[in-house]
């Protein structure tokens, strides 16, 4: 890579991060999850105990402690307020840009890493996540890259790539859970299928692999275990159950929605993705392609099968959504042209968001007509749209501006 390029990169890294960082701790925790991570990680430093999850100094079975961890130490370097629960996650965007960006170079070259990286910075979930303060974004990179490790060990057939996806992989379910390995393990079944298996581990590998996952993974749980606190355990693989077979908290939603999550909420990277395949039939000459869509797959199945549906479940889906975009992007550059389809597509879901954020910005304006036409059945929802907001009277130039 020259000089003028790690300039490049390193100017974008630097404005991502601000982007990631900028205005964290102007505005209030807005969720359940925001609220109970940050509230555990605040416990954790009150107690001392940073062994154990507590929310109303009880235990809280539904999530291990790493992030929590993370968000302790970012509260001992910044203060207990909403900028250091958010923090984390930020590094997390820095961290998964890099990420892509030299995957991205080392399969392909430095223009497809570039706008990989750029489509992961722009697009509209992405880069709410990296400035929220939920679990996901960690969770996710963890899951990606311990994958990722897991599919060069099928490649080159090296101890060290599987080592490294082990430990990955054990760090995602210190993170959230076993689900991980569900998603990992699927993916890498799935790419061998692909593959017609001709790159399957050797069975020593797999046994490494395997230790390293349960060494890091379980540190935790052992821990609960030893400690006297299996019921923390136990309620905690009921949670999981619970999750997949019922609509938790009352978030349920029909099968195809992760599939309008990720078109819109997702985009323009998802719209680039759609001209790729459109446009190109022969992806799946291309190893890191199939195992790329493998991951999209299987994830995007698993959680439209899940009862619960939650906007964020998906959001793994972002680094093959991503990609996808890139090569789209890339096929257009090349070519010239895009295709009627593309362009249909971008217009009608950019006309979307124009229109949105037009009408995000009068909502103060048709607020009371909302409350009497409307009923709002989640208190939370309705305890925000009461909210008094001071509103800077530009908040309709993003609307202006995708709408030219």
């Known amino acids: 890579m020259n000089l003028i390029d790690t300039i490049k990169l390193f100017v974008f890294l630097l404005l991502a991060f601000v982007a990631f960082v900028a205005f964290n701790g102007n505005t209030h925790l807005f969720d359940w999850d925001e609220i109970n991570f940050a509230e555990a ?14 929310i109303d100094y009880l235990p809280f079975w539904e999530k291990p402690p790493l992030f929590i961890w993370m968000q302790a ?15 984390p996650n930020a590094l997390a965007g820095f961290f998964t840009l890099i ?29 709410f996540y990296f400035k929220s303060g939920i679990i996901d974004p960690w969770f996710n990179y963890f899951i990606f890259t311990g994958s990722y490790f897991v599919y060069l060990a099928s490649q080159t057939r090296r101890i060290s790539h599987i080592i490294a996806g082990g430990i990955l992989l054990g760090l995602a379910v210190m993170t959230k859970g076993p689900v991980a390995l569900l998603l990992a393990g699927l993916t890498y079944a799935m790419y061998e299928v692909f593959n017609k298996f ?29 400690n006297g606190r299996w019921y923390v355990i136990e309620e905690f693989i009921l949670y999981q159950i619970r999750l997949l077979q019922t609509e938790d908290a009352g978030h349920g939603g029909p099968w195809y929605y992760h599939i ?16 790729y395949f459109y446009r190109n039939g022969s992806w799946k000459k291309f190893h890191l392609q199939v195992f790329m869509f493998c991951l999209f797959a299987v994830t995007l199945v698993v959680f439209s099968i899940v009862k619960t549906k939650i906007i964020h479940y998906s959001s793994l889906c972002y ?26 597509i971008f217009g009608l879901t950019g006309f979307l968001f124009a229109f949105a954020f037009l009408l995000v910005s009068q909502i103060e304006k048709i607020k009371n007509w909302i409350f009497q036409n409307i009923e709002i059945k989640d ?24 709408f030219w």
């Open 260 to 275: 309008v999550v990720l078109l819109l909420g997702v985009f323009p990277s998802s719209a680039l993705m759609i001209e």
């Open 41 to 54: 990680a605040r416990e954790m430093i009150v107690t001392g105990d940073y062994a154990t999850v507590r």
């Open 319 to 344: 680094f093959p959504v991503t990609f996808f975009g890139a090569l789209g992007w890339n096929k257009i550059e090349q070519t010239g042209k895009a295709s009627i389809f593309f362009k249909l």
């Open 198 to 226: 001709n790159s399957f581990l050797s069975l020593k590998l797999i046994i490494t692999g395997i230790i390293c996952v349960f060494s890091v993974g379980g540190i935790w749980f052992l821990h609960e275990w030893f």
């Open 99 to 127: 990420t892509v960006f030299f995957i991205g170079k080392k399969h392909y070259d430095i223009s497809i890493a570039f706008k990989w990286m750029v489509l992961f910075t722009i697009s509209l979930l992405p880069l």
């Open 379 to 402: 208190p939370f929802a309705l305890a925000n749209f009461k909210q008094n907001i001071e509103w800077g009277g530009y908040e309709w130039l993003p609307g202006l501006l995708m």
């Open 73 to 87: 130490m970012s509260m001992k370097m910044f203060g207990i307020n909403e900028f250091a629960a958010r923090f």
